[in-house]
């Protein structure tokens, strides 16, 4: 399985970036699909994740109204649309997929990182 990220920049506080990650090597029918985050100096948090069979996506509390993880299941893509971004939301954000994605034990298989920068 490989997981292809992309779509991180440079951003001024405010602002708005989109993430994507494709999944190649299998089709994904159950499980979740989700990314990560790790800031400077910190531990890899959750961000934010669905399930492949439906249901609500969830959210870590820092991003819940900012951002909002979509998917095509006919690209086996998901996305994660960042909107209001703070400096705070500075981090390395990595896609995963898993069974239930809330912490990064749960994560089978990691993508590369996208780094994503907010100025203030």
């Known amino acids: 399985v490989q997981l292809q990220a992309s779509g991180g920049g440079l951003v001024q506080a405010g602002g708005s970036l989109r993430l994507s990650c494709a999944a190649s090597?299998?089709?994904?029918?159950?499980?979740?699909m989700g990314w990560f985050r790790r800031a400077p100096g910190k531990e890899r948090e959750f961000v934010a994740a669905?399930?492949?069979?439906?249901?609500?996506?969830y959210y870590a509390d820092s991003v819940k109204g900012r951002f909002t993880i979509s998917r095509d299941n006919t690209k086996n893509t998901v996305y994660l649309q960042m909107n209001s971004l703070k400096p705070e939301d500075t981090a390395i954000y990595y896609c995963?997929?898993?069974?239930?994605?809330?912490?990064?034990?749960?994560?089978?298989?990691w993508g590369q990182g996208t780094q994503v920068t907010v100025s203030s």
């Open positions: 090597g299998r089709t994904f029918t159950s499980g979740a």
């Open positions: 669905l399930m492949w069979r439906g249901g609500s996506p």
């Open positions: 995963a997929v898993g069974i239930l994605l809330t912490t990064p034990g749960d994560v089978l298989y």
